[in-house]
């Protein structure tokens, strides 16, 4: 199996169908699983990915007994992850799965054997509300300035790694939109493609202000500590 598709989804039924139709058919030319990551969704995000399931083979449904949050789910995604490389994509629809072959024509570019590369999604044209791009810009603002990890756009959903080593990263609540960093810190490469971001057609979003702003202050500055304190040991046995 070439890659591993990871969608964290939380209430996400009216959007979630068409979402997985565009990954087939986005990926036809690739050998791939789509590992379906319901984080306890209170909807009925569950009940349509079970008929979705009856007629696509290449599904998994992995449920959250209780709700974890994104990064959790992401990473829960990884751990079940079959295939070496993994490409992550939100379950909102707004990321467009017509880049994810893009993600990993770029990687094949880097060499498929180098294990430390991250390729990013970054969205230059945001389809967002005034309020998500601005509290978004500031926030990217404050994390270059202070992690310096050189993405453009690190809370992008699309990205594609290899399993084994987002597995070694540290990982905590909102993981999810610090993984450059976290590459930099532990020895890794950043790629960053500039991929396609759409407007929501269904449903509404997990994120606002309060809960992507604020937030996102204190776990910079807990990032800023573990790049501080990381290192990557060259060795050699004798």
Known sequence: MDLSVVVPVFNECESIELLI?????????????????????????LTTLDLIKSKNKKIRIIKHKQNYGQSFAVRTGVRCAKAKWVATIDGDGQNDPADIPNLYYALLKENKSNLNVLIAGNRKKR?????KKISSKYANKIRAKILKDGAPDTGCGLKLFSRDFFLELPHFNHMHRY?????????GKVVSIEVNHRYRQKGFSKYGFNNRFWVGIPDIFGVRWLQRRSKVTNYEEI
């Open 21 to 45: 139709d565009e990954i087939t058919f986005s990926l036809k030319d690739i050998n791939y699983e789509i590992v379906i990551v319901d984080d306890n969704s209170s909807d009925n995000t």
């Open 127 to 131: 389809r967002d509300s005034f309020l």
């Open 179 to 187: 993984v450059p960093a976290l590459y930099v810190a532990n020895g």
